[in-house]
């Protein structure tokens, strides 16, 4: 019979854990109510009253019962609701200006009764883009953060600090929203260090893929307290360099704030992202329960330590840090990397010197080096042929494949060398790379030398491989889960293929570096070969005909071809005031280097007789660009349609004209249109602006040689007054040109009759985004 003390713990065991199981299915519930909500009235653009009105009532509403149900508690909740207005220059998409104009931010601050100095940021936004639900991006993190203010709040004990939750409404508008709070709120002040939730995809692990600059003392923070840790220093690394053309708020605390900060994205399932199909049926609620348990996790333990009180004084220095297959995060100082890769070079080339220095050895080492390069450059059937020269010469079968696990041991250790003298933490790869399978090597050398390539040695050997190899093949699913979906909707002039081709490549010879020695050391190398290159040729043979196409409408995994459609007029004015031309189409840019190959079997009058050619005398070509990425996306149709009549058209106007005394031209103009324009400024020959009301001032150069600024506003925005002085070249021609392009993504003026009929008609698998949109040019 049990003893009554031991009944009595496990009854009380079994009843906590059931209690912890309720409330996390408590918790899934409300996130998933939250999340629904939030979707439920549709898109959201910035001015739309989808986002102005509807999300931000249910967002108060919300926050509201929270600070009621935690009133009685040790801390207390004060809810802000921002309006800013203000301007910025980005260097982003080639660089430009951002003006913003009454949009929404909700604070809402966590503290104890009485008080706190110092404060946590928790970010997210609840904006989407228009003609996507934005589910991903990024009303989960909005719902996540609901429930993890409402975790924190109802704490029994109170806070050491405290921690700002911000629900902005223009981050799609290119991060304005959080501009306008690190800049102007007055609780920004205090505010110590952030975390920004984002998303690049669709549900799954939500990834640690940027921290500072500096502060090694937030990752060390994450890796402490999250309860499923995923983080890389290497998606840090790459985001960082710009080769994925997207940006977060995170790049605004730091720039503008100078604050540092833990950036996170869900990254699954990208094809999804900025599409109808970002809905919240598709976020999985263990993806949403797991970041809400590490967010909570890592917040509570950011407000009860000593380093946010004083974060300077542990600013200094960077983390090399990585999580091994998400179970665990393993973290340390960059200096310590450093030294680290430094003594594994070093006993490499001790290892390598040892084993050239034999002035037998030496011909057979450089002839082999040359093989290696040759299979990166060329492939493996030109690698075997000179295999059989060195074959021929005399070199043995062991000795050769020796001789190649070397050169892939140097190749590797360069590798190493380099990052580690660039001072990249990604380092840390190469470094796994070589002690791993040089480790493994000495402690088997023995075994080698009985035996040879016995299958003992070879379990041993790849069984010494194993974590360096795992790590680094879940690192290249990373890449690949990343980048294949942004490569369709990266633009017109980046071709997926070669890019993938050659990620593929990289990565097969990565791979292969440490066994392809296990090739030479079988004892038929001719079939093996064969057989490797009867599988190239069958993928080739089923590439070329087209076997695999891209897209698809599948319900299960959708991949939609990405396409932009704008029902547009053009109007164009002469240096008298007087309109020259006019015209009206649907203009077409597709987003990834296929054009409109597979639409135009299906829409026949999108066709290569439409294409549109660069104006290169009017700003941004003469057509309506939302963003300044026309380097990006080069191919573009222009198919005549009847004119558009907004029910809200921009007026445009110049309030003066000046000479200065120092030389320049001020001019001043008033806009009055919709929530988002774009403003384009093309200097005549001979001309430049000096200054203007924008940023700090200085005139932001976008890499086309013109300037643009975005614009856009919430509710009840007063109209857009702005200047620009321009030094005057008085040519016959005037000084500049200007031009301001009107979008209407929401409402009665986003759609037309035209551009309903051409929506009906595009495969299922394309997924057009449309807007009805005017363009207007004057010269000064």
């Known amino acids: 019979m049990m003893p009554r003390n031991v009944l009595t713990f496990l009854i009380l065991l079994y009843t906590t854990k059931r209690s912890i199981r309720q409330v996390k299915r408590d918790d899934n519930i409300r996130h998933s109510l939250h999340l629904e909500r939030i979707t439920s009235v549709g898109p959201r653009p910035t001015g739309s009253p989808e986002n102005e009105i509807l999300t931000v009532n249910f967002l108060l509403e919300q926050i509201e019962h929270i600070k009621a149900d935690s009133a009685s508690g040790p801390n207390s909740v004060t809810v802000d609701v921002q309006r800013p207005t203000g301007s910025f220059s980005i260097d982003f998409l080639g660089g430009f200006t951002s003006y913003y104009d009454r949009v929404s931010n909700i604070a809402v601050r966590l503290e104890p009764k009485a008080g706190a100095q110092h404060l946590m940021l928790a970010n997210c936004h609840f904006d989407s883009v228009a003609n996507s639900p934005g589910a991903s991006d990024d009303a989960v993190s909005c719902a996540v953060m609901l429930e993890v203010l409402h975790s924190l709040a109802?704490?029994?004990?109170?806070?050491?600090?405290?921690?700002?939750?911000?629900?902005?409404?223009?981050?799609?508008?290119?991060?304005?929203?959080?501009?306008?709070?690190?800049?102007?709120?007055?609780?920004?002040?205090?505010?110590?260090?952030?975390?920004?939730?984002?998303?690049?995809?669709?549900?799954?692990?939500?990834?640690?893929?940027?921290?500072?600059?500096?502060?090694?003392?937030?990752?060390?923070?994450?890796?402490?307290?999250?309860?499923?840790?995923?983080?890389?220093?290497?998606?840090?690394?790459?985001?960082?360099?710009?080769?994925?053309?997207?940006?977060?708020?995170?790049?605004?605390?730091r720039d503008f704030g100078n604050i540092p900060g833990i950036d996170l994205a869900f990254i699954e399932n990208g094809f999804l992202y900025h599409t109808k199909y970002d809905t919240s049926d598709r976020i999985l609620t263990d993806s949403i329960q797991r970041a809400g348990d590490n967010i909570l996790a890592v917040l509570k333990h950011l407000v009860m330590s000593e380093e946010l009180a004083d974060s300077s004084e542990y600013r200094h220095g960077n983390m090399v840090f990585f999580d091994l297959l998400g179970m665990v995060v393993v973290a340390y100082p960059a200096r310590v990397g450093t030294i680290i890769n430094y003594m594994t070079a070093m006993a490499t080339f001790l290892y390598l010197f040892k084993k050239c220095s034999h002035p037998s050895n030496v011909g057979n080492w450089l002839v082999t080096l040359l093989t290696v390069l040759i299979i990166a450059l060329v492939g493996l059937f030109l690698a075997d042929l000179v295999c059989?020269?060195?074959?021929?010469?005399?070199?043995?079968?062991?000795?050769?494949?020796?001789?190649?696990?070397?050169?892939?041991?140097?190749?590797?250790?360069?590798?190493?060398?380099?990052?580690?003298?660039?001072?990249?933490?990604?380092?840390?790869?190469?470094?796994?790379?070589?002690?791993?399978?040089?480790?493994?090597?000495?402690?088997?050398?023995?075994?080698?030398?009985?035996?040879?390539?016995?299958?003992?040695?070879?379990?041993?050997?790849?069984?010494?491989?194993?974590?360096?190899?795992?790590?680094?093949?879940?690192?290249?699913?990373?890449?690949?889960?990343?980048?294949?979906?942004?490569l369709g909707r990266s633009g017109t002039e980046i071709p997926p293929d070669v890019v993938l081709a050659t990620l593929v490549t990289l990565a097969t010879l990565f791979l292969s570096s440490f066994f392809l020695h296990f090739i030479y050391l079988a004892r038929s190398t001719k079939w093996l070969l064969a057989g490797l290159g009867t599988v190239f040729t069958v993928f080739l043979v089923l590439v070329l005909c087209g076997m695999f196409f891209p897209y698809t409408a599948d319900p299960s995994g959708p991949r939609p071809k990405r396409v932009f459609l704008q029902h547009t007029t053009r109007t164009f004015h002469g240096l008298d005031g007087q309109?020259?031309?006019?015209?009206?189409?649907?203009?077409?840019?597709?987003?990834?280097?296929?054009?409109?190959?597979?639409?135009?079997?299906?829409?026949?009058?999108?066709?290569?007789?439409?294409?549109?050619?660069?104006?290169?005398?009017?700003?941004?070509?003469?057509?309506?660009?939302?963003?300044?990425?026309?380097?990006?996306?080069?191919?573009?149709?222009?198919?005549?349609?009847?004119?558009?009549?907004?029910?809200?058209?921009?007026?445009?106007?110049?309030?003066?004209?000046?000479?200065?005394k120092w030389g320049t031209v001020k001019i001043t103009?008033?806009?009055?249109?919709?929530?988002?324009?774009?403003?384009?400024?093309?200097?005549?020959?001979?001309?430049?602006?000096?200054?203007?009301?924008?940023?700090?001032?200085?005139?932001?150069?976008?890499?086309?040689?013109?300037?643009?600024?975005?614009?856009?506003?919430?509710?009840?925005?007063?109209?857009?007054?702005?200047?620009?002085?321009?030094?005057?070249?008085?040519?016959?021609?005037?000084?500049?040109?200007?031009?301001?392009?009107?979008?209407?993504?929401?409402?009665?003026?986003?759609?037309?009759?035209?551009?309903?009929?051409?929506?009906?008609?595009?495969p299922k698998w394309a997924f057009p985004s449309s807007w009805v949109s005017t363009y207007h040019m004057y010269r000064y």
């Open 154 to 253: 109802n704490l029994s004990t109170p806070l050491r600090h405290g921690v700002v939750f911000l629900f902005n409404g223009a981050e799609e508008n290119v991060l304005q929203a959080s501009h306008g709070f690190i800049t102007q709120h007055p609780w920004a002040k205090q505010v110590r260090a952030f975390i920004n939730l984002e998303a690049a995809g669709v549900g799954g692990k939500e990834v640690v893929f940027q921290t500072g600059p500096e502060n090694p003392w937030l990752v060390q923070a994450y890796v402490h307290a999250a309860k499923h840790p995923f983080a890389s220093v290497v998606g840090q690394e790459v985001f960082q360099s710009g080769v994925i053309p997207s940006d977060t708020d995170f790049r605004i605390y």
């Open 579 to 660: 309109v020259k031309s006019r015209d009206s189409g649907l203009w077409i840019n597709s987003f990834d280097y296929t054009g409109m190959q597979h639409i135009t079997p299906i829409i026949p009058e999108i066709n290569d007789t439409i294409r549109t050619s660069c104006q290169e005398d009017r700003p941004f070509c003469g057509y309506p660009w939302f963003l300044p990425v026309k380097f990006l996306v080069k191919k573009n149709w222009y198919l005549p349609a009847p004119e558009v009549f907004p029910r809200s058209p921009i007026e445009f106007q110049v309030l003066s004209k000046e000479q200065t």
């Open 388 to 486: 059989l020269v060195v074959l021929l010469q005399g070199v043995r079968r062991l000795e050769l494949g020796e001789l190649y696990f070397d050169v892939s041991l140097l190749l590797w250790c360069g590798a190493l060398v380099y990052l580690t003298a660039n001072d990249l933490c990604s380092a840390y790869v190469p470094m796994l790379m070589v002690a791993f399978p040089l480790t493994t090597k000495l402690l088997l050398v023995r075994e080698f030398k009985l035996r040879g390539a016995s299958v003992k040695y070879s379990v041993l050997y790849q069984l010494g491989l194993a974590l360096p190899y795992v790590h680094f093949m879940f690192l290249i699913w990373v890449v690949f889960e990343i980048f294949t979906p942004i």
């Open 669 to 762: 103009f008033e806009v009055k249109g919709p929530s988002h324009m774009s403003l384009y400024l093309r200097p005549h020959q001979g001309a430049s602006l000096s200054s203007w009301s924008f940023g700090d001032g200085v005139p932001q150069y976008h890499l086309a040689g013109e300037y643009f600024i975005f614009y856009s506003h919430g509710l009840d925005a007063p109209a857009w007054n702005f200047w620009f002085e321009i030094q005057d070249p008085s040519g016959p021609e005037g000084i500049i040109s200007v031009a301001i392009s009107s979008h209407y993504f929401f409402g009665e003026d986003q759609r037309t009759v035209q551009l309903e009929d051409m929506l009906k008609r595009f």
